[in-house]
């Protein structure tokens, strides 16, 4: 027997129970194919990116580095193996901060006896961001390539790739910021279309491909409207009435946090939205919470961050862009844009913990006028990775976590659903199969507005 068809002896061949969180060993939900297909691939796909970059790593860390790509490759192909094998988790061996909480939790999982738990009979919310860790953990226990992003260049090679797109966004915003005057009934108009830039952004995201590019070419204002058909529940608009009415608040604390996903066309649109959201004073300050450490291929780390604003002032090829990236630049030297990688968002909770697990953030986020969460496994985490009824109202599934106003942006790229009117999952399911899967439809949620 192989160790794939391992997986699928161990498997139930039916969907999984609703209201409770996902676990891998229902052969229907995508738990499934993500442990069995996709990170394997994603984990193979890294260790040939590190074959193919062997020379250019020794011509940057010496000769020495190659007995650390040796054992990152051997590390790699252990998790592997250990993933299609369902073998027991281990405990994590580097010398992180993290490590501690990782390690408790794994003990808090495992049985009175200390059997440890596998991959396919365990919370899958834990197992996908153990794999990610693992992956961090076969760098972080090198000599040389403690740091090293193998997602990095990816990254880089996916914002490139979306120039075009990023122009027609980019100068369509330098226009309207070069304007004198912008009245709000433009503002109420437009803020909806810049808003849905960064929800669409959220399908080019390199943890589908195994870290090469999806290239985004269209106007994305166009975009906006011919997809608009793909968006299950729109609540754009109460967002909106929610950020014009703030225009009469006048302190200068206005807080903006993003809690970001994916580098490259997605950071882009992201900031295109801070920016207009600070430049016409909806809000004064706004902190980008990113990730500490390489996490799910494509997500935003300091390094992408930096590069990114870096790339846009600097090294673009369209004035309008460089123009865009001055101010981006200008921002965080000010201070009113701040970049910030919290270590909760690289752990395997729920944001419904963040209250009882981290009260510092917690409390940080409830200084926010508003908080918007990007992408798909943040919206898996702020419902719990519960495989929810999909008519559950969105505050429902949120649980506990309410530290301030927020808006989830996410295309659907997992079995996860709420929120949504009666009949719908049903009806959209009976066309197409794998609606919940590709990034094709997408929701904007909100909480507390
Ligand atoms: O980048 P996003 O939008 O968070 O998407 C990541 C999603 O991709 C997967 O890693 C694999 O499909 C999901 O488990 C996860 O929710």
Request: with cysteine; charged share 25%; aromatic share 12%.
């Amino acid at each position: 027997m192989t160790i794939e068809n391992e997986l699928i002896r161990l498997s139930v061949d039916d969907f999984p129970p609703r209201n409770k969180p996902l676990i891998a060993k229902y052969l229907r939900s995508f738990a499934f194919p993500v442990l069995s297909k996709l990170s394997p691939f994603n984990i193979s796909k890294t260790g040939s990116y590190l074959e193919g970059n062997k020379n250019s790593i020794l011509q940057k860390y010496g000769a020495d580095a190659e007995k650390d790509i040796t054992s990152v490759l051997t590390k790699l192909n252990t998790l592997r193996k250990e993933i299609l094998s369902n073998a027991p988790f281990r405990e994590l061996i580097s010398d992180n901060v993290d490590v501690q909480i990782w390690n408790k939790l794994l003990e808090d999982y495992s049985d009175e006896d200390g059997k440890r738990p596998t991959w396919m009979f365990t919370n899958w919310l834990y197992c996908e961001c153990y794999i990610h860790r693992r992956l961090f953990e076969a760098f972080e226990t090198s000599i040389y390539l403690k740091t090293y992003d193998p997602f990095y260049e990816q990254k880089m090679k996916g914002l490139v790739s979306c120039e075009d797109a990023m122009k027609i966004l980019g100068q369509f915003l330098i226009n309207y910021f070069n304007k004198s005057e912008v009245e709000i009934k433009n503002l109420r108009e437009d803020l909806p279309k810049i808003i849905k830039c960064a929800l669409w952004g959220n399908r080019c995201d390199l943890s589908q491909t195994g870290g090469d590019a999806i290239a985004q070419t269209e106007s994305p204002l166009k975009l906006v409207d011919s997809l608009q058909d793909l968006m299950l529940v729109d609540e754009s608009s109460k967002a909106v009435d929610f950020l014009c009415n703030s225009l009469s608040i006048t302190n200068d604390d206005k807080i903006l946090d993003i809690i970001l996903d994916n580098a490259g066309y997605e950071l882009f649109t992201d900031l295109c939205l801070a920016d207009y959201l600070v430049t016409y004073k909806f809000v004064n300050i706004v902190r980008f919470h990113g990730k500490a450490i390489p996490w799910f291929v494509s997500d935003v780390t300091n390094q992408d961050f930096i590069t990114t604003i870096d790339y846009i002032a600097n090294k673009s090829t369209c004035e309008g862009l460089k123009e865009l990236g001055k101010r981006w630049e200008s921002y965080m030297k000010s201070g009113q844009w701040k970049f910030e990688c919290e270590q909760f968002w690289t752990l395997p909770f729920h944001f419904g913990q963040i209250k009882l697990l981290d009260i510092e953030l917690y409390n940080k986020l409830s200084q926010s006028l508003l908080i918007i969460s990007k992408g798909d496994l943040n919206y898996r985490k702020l419902v719990g990775d519960v495989f929810w009824e999909p008519t559950v109202p969105f505050s429902q599934a949120v649980g506990n976590f309410k530290p301030s106003k927020l808006i989830a942006l996410r295309t659907l790229k997992s079995d996860i659903t709420c929120g949504l009117p009666e009949g719908l999952a049903e009806s959209i399911s009976k066309n197409d199969p794998d609606w919940l899967k590709i990034g094709k439809y997408a929701v904007i949620h909100v909480d507390g507005i």
